[in-house]
């Protein structure tokens, strides 16, 4: 062995591009160099010239350098090196034994990116109040902590959150990605208030009838499962799920022929949630009734308080917390709060469409107002949710939220300040989303100071 090459640990892309580059320019041929960094003989390569291969090839080098394959340098500089004697062509011959084994890898890389984006679960981790961060342990099986970030900064850009790995940790500060050293599965909080969210979420989507465990398992691999808070709900979900088809068959056979959304709320109505638990547990297990919405956006706060907050319904930022009013909305309503002298701790928030509907416009999830329609199907939570919690006051936040209270057009500018909602006592004001879109700034400060009067009349009602 006449060179001796030493890479930093993991998936040395420069590294690798610089040494080869230097091996080429001595002509040193594959089993005259070691890979292993830890060779006691041998010289390490000098710097050479850039080096053009074909973009395949390329490609492969960037990927298979995040696999795991303690061989890979080796390969990939044999790759290098043929190509470089000769065979340009070679990064495309799917039948070459080396090709074929890189491509392997590639594969196994790409699929480990796929699978740590569908599978990362952030836990919330209060610092002081209004200073959350989020962290995520996740166990991957090769080196794309890097290649896989960026999809999180997309997703998660306002908030901020770590992911700690045992090949390397990643953190994002709400402006830069900074990478770390490798962490330990303890480093990571254990669970948080959602863990029943995600679990709640997993079993609504899972169809007994589908159930075929070995599909599963590929889509979902085992060793995957301890990190997930819903994987905890598959054995059970496997052995219930000849019960539930069967539940299933004779509820169908029972049924009436023609099936409507109506239906589906009846048929949860049936359920008939004495405790909001129950109902919440109702919610989180049901589809989104619109188009979007990954998870059911519930309620928060005390029974029995003197105000309700309704808003319309979760917005992007709702959808990824899991929690009512915690985006630049709910900041502002928070201000207004304050401002009213109301502390919102003591105050009952939630929405009349429990699911955020968006559309897809490239990477951003744009706000999508509910139809009268699909507001009238979310009306039974409502009325049930407000049911158990019986506030004293019920405050409209914006049209929506009035229309699914009250079963009937009520626009904000005609019919703002005291009403009741059938039978219910209530205010009707702005949505906070109104404050921040209106352009002129006398008029924002007008609506401002209506919307914290508003404020104040429903906690001057509720006594
Ligand atoms: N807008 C709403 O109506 N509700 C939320 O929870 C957030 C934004």
Excluded at 11 to 21: I, P
Excluded at 231 to 247: F, H, K, L, Q, S
Excluded at 283 to 309: H, K, M, Y
Aim: with cysteine; aromatic share 8%; charged share 25%.
């Amino acid at each position: 062995m006449d060179w001796a090459v030493a890479l930093a640990p993991g998936a040395d892309l420069d590294g690798f591009r610089r040494a080869a580059r230097g091996l080429i320019a001595v002509e040193a041929p594959p089993g005259a160099v070691d890979w292993s960094g830890g060779a006691l003989f041998g010289e390490a390569p000098p710097d050479g010239p850039p080096l053009i291969l074909p973009r395949r090839a390329g490609a492969l080098i960037q990927s298979c350098v995040r696999h795991a394959d303690p061989e890979r340098f080796a390969l990939l500089y044999q790759l290098v090196w043929r190509i470089h004697r000769g065979e340009r062509a070679l990064a495309e011959i799917a039948s070459d034994p080396l090709v074929h084994r890189l491509e392997q890898m590639d594969k196994a890389v790409r699929r480990e990116i796929h699978k740590m984006h569908a599978f990362v679960r952030f836990r919330r981790i209060e610092e002081e109040p209004g200073h959350e961060r989020f962290a995520a342990w996740f166990e991957p099986e090769h080196f794309v902590l890097e290649s896989a970030a960026l999809f999180f900064v997309d997703r998660f850009r306002s908030m901020r959150w770590s992911i700690l790995t045992p090949l390397g940790s990643v953190f994002w500060d709400g402006a830069a990605l900074d990478f770390g050293p490798p962490a330990r599965r303890e480093d990571a909080p254990d669970g948080d208030p959602f863990e029943d969210g995600w679990r709640a979420y997993y079993e609504s989507t899972f169809n007994p009838a589908r159930v075929n465990p070995r599909m599963m398992a590929s889509e979902m691999p085992r060793r995957y499962w301890r990190n997930l808070p819903e994987a905890a709900a598959i054995p059970d979900m496997i052995r219930g799920a000849p019960a539930r088809v069967r539940e299933m068959i004779e509820r169908e056979a029972s049924a009436p022929m023609k099936r409507n959304p109506d239906k589906a709320v009846a048929a949860m109505a049936d359920q008939r949630p004495k405790t909001l638990e129950a109902l919440n547990r109702i919610i989180a297990a049901a589809d989104p009734f619109v188009s979007g919405g990954t998870r059911a956006v519930l309620g928060e706060g005390p029974l029995t308080p003197a105000i309700a907050l309704v808003g319309e319904q979760a917005g992007d930022q709702e959808d990824v917390q899991g929690r009512p009013f915690v985006g630049p909305a709910g900041q502002l309503l928070d201000r207004a709060l304050a401002e009213a002298g109301l502390d919102r701790t003591d105050l009952y928030v939630t929405n009349a469409v429990k699911h955020f509907k968006f559309v897809q416009d490239g990477k951003r999830r744009l706000h999508k107002s509910p139809t009268a329609g699909e507001v009238s199907h979310y009306r039974w939570w409502l009325d049930k949710e407000l049911e158990l919690v019986r506030p004293r006051v019920i405050v409209a936040l914006g049209a929506t939220a009035a229309l699914a209270l009250a079963g009937k057009p009520m626009p904000v500018t005609k019919c703002r300040g005291e009403t009741s909602f059938e039978n219910r006592r209530g205010v009707i004001t702005y949505h906070p989303s109104y404050l921040l879109r209106v352009p002129d700034a006398a008029r924002k400060a007008e609506a401002w100071g209506q919307f914290v009067d508003d404020l104040r009349l429903a906690r001057a009602l509720a006594g």
